[in-house]
């Protein structure tokens, strides 16, 4: 049976979904957390969507067997790829999944130009197109997908030379095509936002959809009667299939909880050890 004290679970290919984990903790200050990171396999962004399914079905089952109550796809590629997939698969476990906040940027904008930050595998994907078609319309979206951004912020390259010029590429084009908006729709991006910020300036608005999706997994446990209650503070695992000492040297840039960090090794393309 799920238990108010158990986890929550959250996922992403590396260490972007970290800026979902950080809301969750800013909101939900009692809540422990079983965090996957796929270093393993960073970048989803490039790769198939068959292949991102069975990798996300996989971490599935390995934070079922965590206990997680509630599982956060904090990965708007895993979610393009694979989140319908899971709801049919799991159907006892509540799934909270990203999609580009396409509809807040079109309520805002001004100037009906707006810039989207996202992987290949997102725009491929049904998710992204469905948003477009119920939120875009009189909109005009400027896309970008950032090649080697997400492998910098793995890194802990925030604010370097080469990040800069990644960043550049993607929005001073659309600078110059009058954009007042910009939505981050790969969980990696918002560790760069002041570096977006210095690119953009300050009439442009940058929209990061992590606060609202800690909000609907808040929304969602509360229903559920799910919130822990110990008043206990919160206790965060890292799982990575990828370099623990690379994940732990990268992770005081990117966190201000400590957490602990553990090895997590994959059998095959959908089952972990
Ligand atoms: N953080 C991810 C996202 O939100 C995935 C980036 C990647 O692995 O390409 O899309």
């Not at 790769?47 to 991102?52: F, V």
């Not at 971490?59 to 979610?79: D, G, M, P, Y």
């Not at 989207?116 to 997102?122: F, G, S, Y």
């Not at 998710?127 to 090649?147: D, I, K, N, W």
Request: glycine residues 8%; charged residues 20%; proline residues 5%.
């Amino acid at each position: 049976m799920t238990k108010s004290n158990n986890p929550i679970g959250v996922f992403d290919s590396g260490v972007g979904g970290l800026s979902v984990l950080r809301s969750i903790c800013e909101q939900m200050p009692n809540e422990d957390v079983i965090y996957f990171g796929d270093q393993g396999h960073v970048p989803y962004g490039p790769r198939s969507m068959k292949q991102i399914q069975d990798f996300s079905e996989g971490i599935t089952r390995f934070l079922l067997e965590q206990n997680a109550k509630i599982i956060v796809v904090a990965c708007n590629t895993a979610s393009a790829a694979a989140l319908k997939y899971l709801r049919e698969t799991f159907t006892e476990m509540q799934f909270v999944g990203m999609e580009p906040a396409v509809k807040p940027a079109a309520e805002k904008t001004q100037t009906g130009k707006v810039g989207v930050l996202a992987t290949p595998a997102t725009f491929q994907g049904a998710l992204y197109a469905s948003v477009v078609e119920r939120f875009g319309a009189g909109v005009e979206l400027f896309q970008h997908t950032c090649p080697g951004l997400v492998s910098q912020i793995e890194l802990g390259e925030l604010d370097t030379p080469k990040t800069r010029a990644i960043l550049e590429d993607a929005l001073l084009p659309m600078l110059e095509k009058n954009i007042d908006t910009v939505v981050l729709g790969c969980t990696h991006y918002p560790f760069v936002i002041p570096l977006v910020e210095q690119i953009v300036g300050e009439n442009v608005r940058v929209i990061d959809p992590a606060p609202s999706v800690a909000k609907q997994v808040k929304r969602l446990l509360e229903a559920g009667g799910l919130l822990n209650s110990s008043g206990v503070k919160s206790r965060i695992q890292i799982y990575t299939s990828g370099d623990v000492k690379v994940v732990e040297s990268v992770l005081p840039k990117l966190l201000n909880e400590a957490a602990l960090v553990k090895s997590a090794t994959w059998k095959n393309d959908r089952e972990i050890l």
